[in-house]
C-alpha cells in the first residue's frame, strides 16, 4: 500500500447540508471540482436511492475526467460500484474487511476521535486517517468530545499516514490547524455559502483554496 499525498482541503458532500442550502449534489460537486478540488467525500446517512446513485455515477464521472479522486463515506458496496475510495468510521467495517473488500489499490480512509484510537489505526492499512472534532460541530447529531489544537499537535506524531482534521473547520481557524500538523482539513458548512448557488460556492471553493496554499 503506497503513502498518498493529499490534497490540503478535503471537501465533504453532505447531502443533508446540502438539501438544507437548495443544492443538488452534482451541481455542488461540478462547482468544487470547476474550482480545483483535488478530492470529493460523498456522504449519505440514509438510504441509497436509485436516484442518488445515478447522481454519484455521474459525480464520479466528472471526478475521473478532472482526475480528481472520490471518496465514498461508510459504503464499499456503493464505493466499489462507482470505482471510488472508501471512507469509514470507527462503528463501520473494520478497516482491513474495507481492505480485502476493496484491493490493495483503492484509497481506503479511517476516521479516529482520540489518541489511542489514532495510535491502532496507524496499525491499520488505510492511506490516510482523520480525526475530529477538532473544534466543535453542527454536522453530527452526537459528536465526540472535541478534540483542540492542542492534542492535534500531539497526535501528529502517533501515526505516518496523512493526517485530515475534521469538526468545525473554519476560514478563520484553518490557518491555525494546518500550522498545528493537519496535512488537509476536511469541510463541510463552511464550504456552503448563504445563499448557495453555483457561483457562489465556486467562489468560496476558491477562497478556500486560496487560503490552503499559503
Request: hydrophobic residues 45%.
Amino acid at each position: 500500500m503506497k503513502m498518498m499525498k493529499l490534497p490540503r482541503l478535503y471537501p465533504i458532500l453532505d447531502t443533508a447540508a446540502l438539501a438544507a442550502r437548495g443544492m443538488a449534489v452534482e451541481r455542488a460537486a461540478e462547482a468544487m471540482l470547476e474550482s480545483g478540488a483535488g478530492i470529493l467525500q460523498l456522504r449519505h446517512k440514509g438510504h441509497w436511492s436509485r436516484g442518488l446513485y445515478e447522481e454519484a455515477q455521474r459525480v464520479a464521472g466528472r471526478c475521473a475526467e478532472e482526475g480528481a479522486l472520490l471518496i465514498v463515506d461508510d459504503r464499499a458496496d456503493f464505493a466499489l460500484l462507482l470505482g471510488a475510495g472508501l471512507h469509514v468510521g470507527q462503528d463501520d467495517l473494520p478497516p482491513r474487511e474495507a481492505r480485502r473488500l476493496m484491493g490493495p489499490d483503492a484509497v481506503v480512509g479511517f476516521s479516529s476521535h482520540n489518541p489511542p484510537q489514532l495510535r491502532e489505526a496507524g496499525g491499520e492499512p488505510v492511506n490516510y486517517v482523520a480525526l475530529g472534532p477538532i473544534f466543535r460541530t453542527m454536522s453530527k447529531q452526537n459528536p465526540d468530545p472535541v478534540v483542540g489544537l492542542e492534542q492535534l499537535r500531539e497526535c501528529r506524531a502517533l501515526v505516518e499516514q496523512p493526517l485530515v482534521a475534521i469538526g468545525g473547520i473554519t476560514r478563520q481557524n484553518a490557518a491555525e490547524v494546518l500550522a498545528a500538523g493537519a496535512d488537509a482539513v476536511a469541510v463541510i458548512a463552511d464550504l456552503l455559502p448563504e445563499p448557495c448557488t453555483a457561483k457562489s460556492l465556486r467562489e468560496r471553493v476558491e477562497e478556500w483554496q486560496r487560503l490552503v496554499r499559503k
